[in-house]
């Protein structure tokens, strides 16, 4: 088992990530550029599945990536063009790499406390926090794992419904094959899908064998299976997902389903707030 000394530092997941926005076109999704950098990388598996210690339902790699992409967009070299989707800038469209080291130092850290901070943001203390790991995000995290478990469960049937589902059910006994609940998909008012889901409020990783599992519990009426959980998925569990021999299985990890929560506003209520340019007002 590795441990967090083998996870890339800021520096070089700051120019990975630019990169894997370059060969993704200028834009992707958070979980896009995070497997892009992976790639890039060849970053191994149980590097991957090391947690962040001050937020369990999130890998320790895609972390430092979240501060990665804060720390781009802080230097002007990326935007959020939308929840979770950043896009590079028009004044970094036609470069082709950047200094991560020199990005870093852009956060306006003295040398001398440069060490000192790096050690407290690895530690989870709140400075500078990534727009993509701020507070409200844990304390969500908590109220799901503290949440009955068939609470959750209607929880995710709430959140399928407004995604567009219909004739969403939760099963009412345990012994159901790894299956929480069944409904509808219809695209374009023509095409309807059978799905299935299993919603586990995991606290880490989700390997393979619940995937295998869960796929297992599938009849044949099911066209498509939905895996949710409140933790990450290994990339074994990803691929195991993805098997093209095998019915494929859709994942949503954690952050995914917070992430989702918020585009709803179900329980969350966006708050608009501003940042102060204290230069602006002592130069006017």
Known sequence: ?????????????????????????????????????????????????????????????????????????????????????????????????????????????????????????????????????????????????????????????????ECGFTDVTVTKSSGDGGIDGYGKLKINSIISFNIAFQCKRYQGSVGAPEIRDFRGSLTKNIEKGIFITTGIFSKAAKEEAENLGKQQIDLIDGESFIDMLANYELGLKEVKDYEIDAEFFAKI
């Open 1 to 161: 088992m590795k441990n967090i000394k083998n996870v890339p530092n800021y520096a070089i997941l700051i120019e990975a990530t630019f990169i894997a926005m370059k060969q993704l076109g200028g834009s992707g999704r958070n979980v896009e550029i995070n497997e892009k950098v992976y790639a890039i990388l060849n970053v191994e598996d149980d590097v991957l599945e090391i947690l962040h210690t001050g937020n369990p339902n999130m890998s320790e790699i895609d972390y430092r990536l979240a501060w990665a992409r804060t720390l781009l967009k802080n230097y002007g070299a990326v935007k959020n063009s939308g929840r979770s989707v950043w896009a590079l800038t028009p004044e970094f469209a036609n470069i082709e790499k950047v200094d991560g080291s020199l990005v870093e130092r852009f956060r306006n850290i003295s040398p001398k406390n440069k060490e000192k901070n790096e050690s407290s943001i690895e530690n989870n203390e709140e400075i500078n926090i990534p727009s993509e790991t701020k507070t409200w995000r844990q304390r969500v995290y908590e109220i799901l794992l503290k949440m009955n478990p068939y609470a959750f469960e209607r929880l995710t049937q709430r959140l399928l419904r």
